[in-house]
C-alpha cells in the first residue's frame, strides 16, 4: 500500500510539494508500527495537507483540482485500507470462535 501513496503523490499533486511528501513517508515508513496502522496515518496526514492546499485562497485553480484528486484518492485508499483491516478483524475473530467451538466438543 505504500506504493499506492507513492502513486497517488507522483501521479496527482503538484511537482513541488511531490518530493516534499515523499521524502517525509519514506522517513517514518513503519518505525515499529503495524503497516496498516502506518499507511492509515500516512493517509491521513495526506489527507489533511491536500484539504489545506484545497481550503488555501493562494492556492492557483489548477493546483487545487489537482489536490482535489490527491484527497478523492487517498480517501479511497484509506477506506480500502480500512475495509481490509475489518475483513482481518473478523477472520480472526472467527477463528478464535472456530477454537472455542471445538474445545466444547
Given at each position: 500500500m505504500d506504493k499506492e501513496i507513492h502513486r497517488i503523490v507522483k501521479r496527482e499533486a503538484?511537482?513541488?510539494?511531490?518530493?516534499?511528501?515523499?521524502?517525509?513517508?519514506?522517513?517514518?515508513?513503519h518505525e515499529?508500527?503495524?503497516?496498516?496502522?502506518?499507511?492509515?496515518?500516512?493517509?491521513?496526514?495526506?489527507i489533511s495537507y491536500a484539504r489545506t492546499k484545497i481550503m488555501d485562497s493562494n492556492t492557483p485553480a489548477s493546483e487545487r483540482i489537482k489536490w482535489s484528486r490527491v484527497l478523492i484518492q487517498a480517501a479511497s485508499a484509506c477506506n480500502i485500507t480500512l475495509r481490509d483491516r475489518d475483513i482481518a478483524e473478523l477472520e480472526e475473530e472467527i477463528e478464535r470462535l472456530e477454537s472455542t467451538m471445538d474445545e466444547l466438543d
Open positions: 503538484p511537482e513541488k510539494e511531490c518530493k516534499k511528501i515523499l521524502k517525509s513517508i519514506e522517513q517514518t515508513f515499529g508500527r503495524p503497516e496498516r496502522e502506518w499507511i492509515l496515518e500516512q493517509l491521513a496526514g495526506l
